[in-house]
C-alpha cells in the first residue's frame, strides 16, 4: 500500500513538474542524461564533445538508496536522451525512467546484456547483479550499446561517434592487460577480496578473486551481529591481512570488522579505499572509469602481495 501511494504521489509531481517548465527544443538540443558517473563518463568518450553530457549522481554517492531531487527532474525534462543502469541498480528512481520513456528516449544499458552472461543476486532468484562495470568485457558491451543508441539518436556525427568508440575500446582492452599483469602480483591463495558490501563480484569472476562482502548487492541491505560475527570468523580461519572501505559505503562496519579480529588476535588492516558504486571526483584521474579502474586494481594489489 504504501508503495502504491508513493508511485501515485510521484506520478502527481511529474505531472505537476512538466506542467510546470518551459523547456524548448533547444533547450533540450544535445542534452544526454546520465544516471551514474561510469555511465556518463562512456557517452563523453564516445560523443567527443558534440553533446552536453551530464551525471545525476556525483562522487560518493550511493545509486542503491538515491532519490531524485527536483533538480534531478529538471535536468531529465531537458534530456533529449536519458541512460541509467538498469537491472535495479537505481531502485529509487525506476518509476521516474518508466514515465520518462513515454515522451523521450531512455536506455537501460544493463539491461541490453545477454543475460546468460550477468550474475544472479543472491538477494533475489529473479534479479542480477547489477554492478556490470566491474567485468570490462561486459562493460565493452555497455559502451557498444551506447554507441549503437547515440548513432541512432544522432546520426549527423555517426563517423566520429564510431571512431570515437572504437579508440574507447582499444583503451578498455589495454585496461585489462593492466589488471591481469597486476593481479599476478598476487598468489593466487591471497587473491581474497573483503569489502564493505557485494559489489565486486564481476571484480571476482573476471580477476580471479574470492570476493566477500558484508553487505548483500544493495547497501539497503542491513548486516547484524551475526553476520559481523561470521565475518570475522573467515577472516581470522583464512589469516587475511587487509579489507577494504568504499568511498559510497559507510566505514563503520567494516572498523567493527577489525575491532573484531583484534579481540582474538588477528590483526587486520584496512587496505585502502576503494570505488564501488561511484567514481572519483570530477577532474582527476578517478573521475574516470579507466582511472578509478586503475585505482582499484593498484590499491588490491598493494594491499593483498
Known sequence: MKRFLGVVVFSLSLLLFGCSTDTTKEDREGVVVATTGQIADAIKAISGGHLQVSALMGPGVDPHLYKATQSDLSKLDKAEVIFYNGLHLEGQMLDIFEQMSKSKSVLAVGETLNKSDLLASDDD???????????????????????????????????????????????????????????????????????????????????????????????????????????????????????????????????????????????????????????????????????MYQHNIDTIVDALK
Open 125 to 291: 532468484a529473479m534479479l542480477h547483479d547489477p554492478h556490470i562495470w566491474f567485468d570490462i568485457e561486459l562493460w565493452k558491451g555497455v559502451v557498444q550499446a551506447i554507441g549503437t543508441k547515440l548513432q541512432e539518436e544522432y546520426p549527423e556525427f555517426k563517423d566520429d561517434f564510431v571512431a570515437n568508440e572504437k579508440e574507447y575500446l582499444k583503451q578498455l582492452d589495454e585496461l585489462q592487460v593492466y589488471a591481469k599483469n597486476r593481479v599476478n602480483e598476487i598468489p593466487e591463495k591471497q587473491r581474497i577480496l573483503v569489502t564493505a558490501h557485494d559489489a565486486f563480484n564481476y571484480f571476482g569472476r573476471s580477476q580471479g578473486f574470492d570476493v566477500l562482502g558484508l553487505q548483500g548487492l544493495s547497501t539497503d541491505s542491513e548486516y547484524g551481529v551475526k553476520d559481523v560475527q561470521e565475518m570475522v570468523n573467515f577472516l581470522v580461519a583464512n589469516k587475511i591481512k587487509a579489507i577494504f572501505i568504499e568511498s559510497s559505503v559507510s566505514d563503520k562496519a567494516m572498523k567493527a570488522v577489525i575491532e573484531g579480529a583484534k579481540e582474538k588476535g588477528h590483526d587486520i588492516v584496512i587496505g585502502g579505499e576503494l570505488f564501488s558504486d561511484a567514481m572519483g571526483a570530477e577532474g582527476t584521474k578517478e573521475g574516470t572509469y579507466i582511472g
